[in-house]
């Protein structure tokens, strides 16, 4: 998701009461850049001082009240810096629906330092953006949750009370003691279905009812209260005032019946709705609770990857320290069946490594001295010793789990309706509950039955399920996905890669393995060994796969490499060197006819192997006009899933396009292979997010799927983009989706699984709308009474985040 720079209105209306104001400064290098961005601080009118450290990389700034902070940022990054946000995120506890999500949003974004928050109901979490110092602003955020009637705590603060309070009690002990109590409140109505005239004394209904009410029932009271005092509502509110009136009206019934003993029959009381209400909103929530865990089990899944101790080389033995002690460049070693506890690269020995739970991969992997290892990997088994290149944090296993956790935490774009709705949802029902009382009570005189229906409007109103089917199915969609080695990056992401109708796919390393060999090579001369002596020597300072095969066949035939100098890449065009003092010029067709090359002499043997689908590469000498040296024929094999990949998605209504910036008789005889009737071939790299713009011209959603450097520009052009992990860096920062092992066939299971999710969360907001629109009018009208109103509303919560929870059976189409 690309975050904006729009200053919100909390940062506009910022009064800097005190004397001064420190600001993080991102992107200074050097004391002119100091002297810039104090500049442009000074000119503000009000600025009194500003003064800027490099080595802090902050501005401390002394100023009247009338300057505020979206100002100075404004002039910062007019200045070319930019101000840094730092990022916070924050469990809260007390949030009960989707009018709690608002309420906290609302309080986080009223501060000023603030400049985004999102919080989700169903992790719990607020995910808060801003400026300013962390030790400062982070007590202000707590303190503002704490306003609106919650409790904030940062995660740190909670494990250990959370696994302190699962020790001493299990959760659902409120559950069992309100059934326990309600159930002789109820038994007298099941009597009366078998004809058994029996009823139980008012006094002891007050008695099982009372701890059910207020003892049980003390946290709905406890969170209704604090709405109240923050001038807002929520669930807890509507449960509190509904059970409550029953509560008083049986209450009120009984003691008018003791004072008219003997004249008549017992008024029936209501205490067992009352208290049958409370009971089930408490299994609803411990239901809901015990769903909403499940969502998270990628999560937990993933973290219990990571081994807790690491067999670390000291010299001549190999001695056991915490998998937290081990540093980059520490050599490990990993017995048979255990699990490789740091990314590496493997020393010595050979082995086969499961990464199913991170890959996705079922079969095992072989390794072999030089290749890469993954941290919570299993070594299935021979010992081996690697290196380790990434620990903590910046561990593959980590990042996963970071991503992962960003995607559950996000909202997704559909969620503003429900925000919206949220917003006015209780006191609405408020004022749907007031009219079925006093409509009631004038049109019959019955007053009695005008309380109960305005029970049932208050207790079956749920906006639990409205905040819950959007975060539960972007919880379970996404854990899922990772699962199978798809990892998306955020909610905005998921929705938008449901729609998707055009994929376009680079060819090399993405529909193709990558690592090109070299076929052929003819001198213009006959000096063929001359031609890829030279070659060889202009590529030996690149990392391209093609350079890497020029290369490779270089050591084949025992061809000597000279020295090259100047050695630089062009980039969509090939490599320049000087070798010998020879200037020479390695690349594509285009480039050599940029350069005036004449290439008549080998121009039908080009074609040659361009028609067999290989890719050529030309060789010329000196400045324009260059002279013609030869030509080098690469052939890359197709990917043995890419046909299956591409076949998967013209099923699901998606048109495939190839855009590569091979020649075309290659890219065309590739594509023949693949089934791929559209191509785009040589592409230059800055010209692919052209295409992918023209693509996007039809107005359909487009999808690209790249795995380098140069694919970058079209991937963040793309509606959303797909990066193999196998490729670069730059690629998955760029992408909206990384695919964790080199299949194309998942760019179709991402398809398919945020297609289902998107339905699930169109499923479960259906359902929680009807729930409400159906339910409440029936309250109204006394179709319900409140103990299945009750029923009804802790039902609408389960079922949405029940249906959420069956995207876990989803297995993908590669699997």
């Not at 007390?94 to 949003?105: D, K, L, N, P």
């Not at 320290?321 to 699990?339: I, L, N, S, T, Y």
């Not at 095969?549 to 061809?559: C, G």
Request: charged letters at 20%; aromatic letters at 4%.
């Amino acid at each position: 998701m690309q975050t904006t720079t729009t200053m919100p209105a909390s940062l506009a209306n910022l009064n800097l009461q005190k004397l001064g104001i420190e600001l993080p400064i991102e992107g200074m290098t050097c004391a002119s850049c100091v002297s810039r961005v104090e500049k442009a601080l000074a000119k503000i009118p009000g600025v009194e001082r500003a003064s800027v450290n490099l080595a802090t990389e902050s501005a401390s700034i002394s100023a009247s009240s009338q300057v505020d902070l979206a100002t100075l940022r404004a002039a910062v990054e007019k200045a070319g810096y930019s101000v840094r946000n730092d990022e916070a995120s924050l469990s809260i506890e007390g949030m009960t629906c989707a009018s709690c999500v608002s309420r906290v949003e609302k309080a986080l974004r009223k501060l000023p330092e603030v400049t985004a928050a999102e919080v989700n109901l169903a992790t719990e979490k607020a995910e808060v953006r801003f400026v300013g110092r962390a030790d400062e602003v982070l007590p202000r955020l707590v303190a503002a949750v704490e306003k609106a009637g919650y409790a904030a705590k940062l995660p740190q603060e909670t494990d250990g009370a959370s696994q302190t309070a699962k020790a001493s009690w299990p959760d659902w002990w409120p559950v069992a003691v309100a059934a326990a109590l309600s159930l002789p409140l109820v038994l007298p109505m099941l009597a009366m279905l078998f004809n058994v005239d029996w009823a139980l004394p008012g006094w002891w209904q007050l008695a099982l009812a009372t701890p059910v009410q207020f003892w049980l029932g003390a946290r709905f009271y406890r969170s209704a209260w604090k709405a109240v005092k923050a001038r807002a509502g929520n669930m807890d509110l509507l449960v509190a005032l509904g059970t409550s009136a029953g509560y008083g009206l049986s209450l009120y019934l009984l003691i008018v019946g003791i004072g008219h003993e003997g004249h008549g029959e017992a008024p029936h009381l209501y205490f067992e709705a009352s208290a049958v209400v409370i009971t089930l909103v408490l299994l609803g929530k411990w239901l809901e609770g015990r769903a909403k865990r499940q969502t998270t089990e990628a999560i937990r899944a993933l973290n219990a990857l990571r081994p807790d101790t690491a067999r670390v080389r000291r010299g001549d033995t190999d001695v056991e320290v915490p998998a937290a002690q081990v540093k980059v460049g520490d050599v490990v070693v990993v017995r048979p069946g255990e699990r490789v506890p740091v990314d590496g690269d493997i020393l010595e020995g050979s082995t086969h490594v499961d990464e199913s739970l991170i890959t996705g991969e079922s079969l095992p992997v072989a390794k072999v001295p030089g290749a890469k290892v993954v941290g919570g990997s299993v070594n299935a088994e021979g010992l081996f010793t690697a290196s380790a290149t990434a620990v903590g944090a910046e561990s593959t296993l980590s990042r996963i789990a970071r991503m992962v956790e960003s995607a559950q935490a996000k909202k997704a774009p559909i969620q503003r309706l429900v925000d919206q709705v949220s917003e006015v949802f209780v006191p609405v029902v408020l004022v749907i509950a007031v009219i079925t009382l006093i409509a009631w009570g004038l049109a019959t005189g019955d007053w009695e039955r005008a309380i109960l229906n305005a029970v049932a409007v208050l207790v079956i109103a749920c906006p639990c399920a409205l905040g819950l089917a959007t975060p539960t199915a972007i919880m379970a969609g996404t854990g899922v996905a990772a699962r199978r080695g798809i990892l998306i990056k955020d909610a905005e992401a998921l929705e938008v890669a449901h729609n998707v109708k055009i994929v376009a796919f680079d060819k090399t390393g993405t529909l193709t393995e990558g690592k090109p060999r070299l076929v052929a090579f003819e001198a213009a001369d006959g000096d063929h060994a001359g031609l890829l002596r030279l070659a060889a020597s202009v590529q030996a300072a690149s990392e391209h796969p093609l350079a890497r095969a020029v290369l490779d066949a270089a050591k084949e035939n025992l061809v000597s490499i000279a020295p090259a100098q100047d050695a630089q890449s062009v980039a969509g065009r090939g490599m320049a060197a000087k070798v010998k003092g020879q200037a020479l010029s390695l690349g594509s067709s285009r480039w050599m006819q940029e350069l005036g090359v004449d290439l008549s002499p080998l121009t039908s043997r080009a074609q040659e192997f361009e028609d067999e689908g290989r890719t050529v590469s030309w060789l010329a000498e000196g400045a324009q006009p260059a002279r013609l040296v030869g030509l080098l024929a690469f052939g890359d094999a197709a990917k043995a899933t890419a046909k299956e990949a591409v076949a998967s998605l013209r099923e699901q209504g998606v048109r495939v396009v190839m855009v590569t910036g091979d020649n075309k008789g290659a890219a065309r005889v590739a594509a023949q292979e693949l089934g791929i009737d559209e191509v785009r071939a040589e592409v230059l790299p800055a010209d692919k997010a052209r295409v992918v713009s023209e693509l996007k011209a039809s107005g359909l959603a487009v999808a690209m799927v790249g795995d380098g450097i140069n694919d970058a520009p079209a991937l963040a052009a793309a509606d959303v983009g797909f990066s193999m992990s196998s490729g670069t860096e730059v690629a998955m920062h760029a992408a909206g989706v990384t695919l964790m092992r080199g299949d194309p066939r998942l760019v179709g299971d991402a398809i398919e699984i945020s297609r289902k999710t998107y339905a699930k969360i169109r499923q479960g907001l259906f359902w929680a709308f009807v729930y409400n629109v159906v339910g409440i009018p029936l309250a109204a009208f006394g179709l319900l009474n409140p103990m299945l109103a009750g029923a009804a509303m802790a039902f609408s919560s389960v079922s949405v985040v029940a249906n959420a929870l069956t995207l876990r059976q989803w297995k993908g189409r590669s699997a």
